[in-house]
Nanobody, 121 residues
């Protein structure tokens, strides 16, 4: 059973910074991608950023966070990070880590429990 352990959320003032981290525990085969999603109250869950492990580490960002957020991965620790700078009140949401693992063509989607990020104005 794979679990994703998230950390780093909290309360920060606007223009401040936070760093989220996420690491899988349990047996992982071959990670295809790791990413962060967020869900604000009354809104759908949306992709924030993702990094594609099998594509040389290419990244993808939501337009709303480009230039402010950076996703990265520590291969040795199998950990993904989301560095969030210049935070805005509209970034307030529960942030979820997502890992897509693959094994002989079968895809496994894992989700973290979510970590609250609150940005005050």
């Amino acid at each position: 059973q794979v679990q994703l352990v998230e950390s780093g959320g909290g309360l920060v003032q606007a223009v401040g910074s936070l760093r989220l981290s996420c690491a899988p525990s349990g047996r992982i085969f071959m990670i295809y991608s790791m990413g962060w999603y967020r869900q604000a109250p009354g809104k759908q869950r949306e992709l924030v950023a993702s990094i594609y492990i099998t594509s040389g580490g290419s990244t993808n960002y939501a337009d709303s966070v480009k230039g402010r957020f950076t996703i990265s991965r520590d291969n040795a620790k199998n950990t993904v990070y989301l560095q969030m700078n210049s935070l805005k009140p509209e970034d307030t949401a529960v942030y979820y880590c997502n890992v897509i693992d693959t094994y002989y063509g079968t895809r496994y989607d894992y989700w973290g429990q979510g970590t609250q990020v609150t940005v005050s104005s």
